[in-house]
C-alpha cells in the first residue's frame, strides 16, 4: 500500500484522474491529511463513501510506528520511529516556553562523515523518502494533540528545524519535496521564516535550497579554516570553506538579504577553540559581507569519541570575540542530555 503522506498535488491529481475524480478533490484530501491530521482514510468523511473506498484499496496515511517515547525533565521530547523496512530515526521535540521546534531527520546514518558526530559514525543506510521525513513532524503534532493545524501564532509546535540524522543536501529531492508540503499554506503550512535547515556545506546544493524553498540556512561551520575542516569535516576536501562562504552569500542574495545566515560552530577543546580562530572566521564573514549570526555548540559527548568540549570560560571568550567583530554569538543551551536527545547524540540503532 502506498502512502498518500509526501505526494505533491499534481501526483495526487493523477492518481485521482486515474480514480475517474476531479482534480480539485487532491486539495480537499491534503487538507484532511494536513490541517485536520486525519490517520485513516475512513474518516475523509467530507469524501464520498464511494471515493474513500476506492482510496483505501490502494492508500493509507500511514505514519511510522512509534517505537519508543521519552520526555526529559527539561520537556524536551523524543521519539524512536520505524519504518517499514524496519529502520528507525529519531524525532526531538525542543520546547521553548509557549512553543518550540520539531527536529527532523532526512536520512538514515549519513556519508559525510564529520568526525564529531554520532551519526556520522554509522555510514549512510538510506535517505528517507518524502513520506518519512513529513510524517516525523505529523507525529509530534500527533503526540501533542495539535490537529486540526491551529493558526500560526498559537501553535505549541510552531517550528521545525532540519538539523536530526543526515545531510539533507545528499536527498536534495526528498528533503525540497518534504519541505514544500511543511511550508505550502494547503499542506502543513509552517512559515518558511519558521524553517531551518542545516547543512555541512555541500556547495552546488545550497543555493538550490534557497531557490527551491527559501528557508532559514544553518551552516555547520565548526572551523575557521580548510586546515582545521578538513580534520574535523572531511567534506571539507570536496567542497572547501571558500566555496561554502560564497554560496551562503549567494543564499542571502537569492532569498533577499534580509535573513540571517546562522553559523554553527562547535566548541571542540584544543581544536577550534583559540582566540585567533575566532578572529580568523569573522574576517572570512566580514569579507563577503555576510549577514551572519553564530551559535556556539558545546560539544555533546558520546562513547567512541574522543573529543572533549571546551571549557566554559574558552567559549565565553570565543563569543566575546566574535560579539566585538560584531556578530551576535549566543552558547546554545543543550537541552534533552538526559534522554541523549542533544546535537550528535541521535542514532538509528536503539542500542
Ligand atoms: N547534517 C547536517 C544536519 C544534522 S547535524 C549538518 O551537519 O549540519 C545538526 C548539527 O549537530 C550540526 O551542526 C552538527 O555539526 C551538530 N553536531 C554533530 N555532532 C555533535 C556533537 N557531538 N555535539 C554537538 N553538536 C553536534
Ligand atoms: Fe552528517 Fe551532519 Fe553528522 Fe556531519 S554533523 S556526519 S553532516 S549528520
Known sequence: MDNLIGLDKLELQSILAELGEKPFRAKQIWHLIYNQGKTDINDFTTLSKSLREKLSKHFTVKRPEIIKELTSTDKTRKWLLGFDDKRKVETVYIPEDDRGAVCISTQIGCAVGCTFCNTG??????NLNTAEIVSQFMTARDSYGEWPSPIDETRYLSNIV?????????????????LKILTDGDGIAISKRRITLSTSGITPHITTIAKEVGCKLALSLHAPNNEIRDHIMPINKKYPL????DACKEYQKITGGRQYITFEYLMLKGINDKPEHAREIAKEIKKRKIGAKFNLIPFNPWSGCDYQTSPKSTIIKFSQILESEGFAAPIRVSKGQDIMAACGQLKSKNQ
Not at 559514525?121 to 538510506?126: H, N, T, Y
Not at 532540519?162 to 518534504?178: F, Q, R, S
Open 162 to 178: 532540519v538539523m536530526g540524522m543526515g545531510e539533507p543536501l545528499h536527498n536534495l529531492k526528498n528533503t525540497i519535496k518534504a
Open 121 to 126: 559514525s554509522q555510514k549512510l543506510e538510506r
Open 242 to 245: 571558500e566555496g561554502v562562504l
